[in-house]
T-cell receptor
């Protein structure tokens, strides 16, 4: 049972362009939605996270947009750089009792020169 | 400060054997979670330990087990290895249970022949 669906599976963006990755969730009890970035040979690292009481959160070039009614959230990477080339995972969690992150399947982003 | 340390980083086993993986959390982190990462299934939650007690577990067979020691270090064990157990096993730690940012180690890559 895949509770968090992520698309696209892979993405190629030119340097300076906008990268957009989308996720949809099913469990309305989820109340924490982080995005993780993973480089080859490394573990995932938290990039940015949002809670459902806000519709958007921005940190530098990274923005999460959140649509509670549609049960969707997305990551936008503005002015994409070659150093952003990595695999990105969205995730969802119900904090509190029995918290456990449920991850999307990942998006491999390649930013070309 | 030192990050999450996982050992060994790479190991090769044959079917039917067992394996033990180790995770040393960031100082002050008392919660340790384990995830299995495979190309087909992505990141899947195995279990979380806090104060030497398993607080949550994912949908994995009983061959997968873990424990946590009084110094918060954790081990996971997989018995009667199967080919499908080949994966990157990631440890993630955080200060408390049920909430807070997860910090991942670089993983232990297990190959089962």
């Amino acid at each position: 049972q895949q509770q968090v669906k992520q698309s696209p599976q892979s993405l190629i963006v030119q340097k300076g362009g906008i990268s957009i990755i989308n996720c949809a969730y099913e469990n309305t009890a989820f109340d924490y939605f982080p995005w993780y970035q993973q480089f080859p040979g490394k573990g995932p690292a938290l990039l940015i996270a949002i809670r459902p009481d806000v519709s958007e959160k921005k940190e530098g070039r990274f923005t999460i947009s959140f649509n509670k009614s549609a049960k969707q959230f997305s990551l936008h990477i503005m002015d994409s750089q070659p150093g952003d080339s990595a695999t990105y995972f969205c995730a969802a969690d119900k904090t509190g009792t029995a918290s456990k992150l449920t991850f999307g399947t990942g998006t491999r982003l390649q930013v070309t020169l | 400060k030192a990050g999450v340390t996982q050992t060994p980083r790479y190991l090769i086993k044959t079917r039917g054997q067992q394996v033990t993986l180790s995770c040393s959390p960031i100082s002050g982190h008392r919660s340790v979670s384990w995830y299995q990462q495979t190309p087909g299934q992505g990141l899947q939650f195995l279990f979380e330990y806090f104060s030497e007690t398993q607080r949550n577990k994912g949908n994995f067979p009983g061959r997968f087990s873990g424990r946590q020691f009084s110094n918060s270090r954790s081990e996971m064990n997989v018995s009667t290895l199967e080919l499908g157990d080949s994966a990157l096993y990631l440890c993630a730690t955080r200060r408390g249970v049920n909430t807070g940012e997860l910090f991942f180690g670089e993983g232990s890559r297990l190959t089962v022949l």
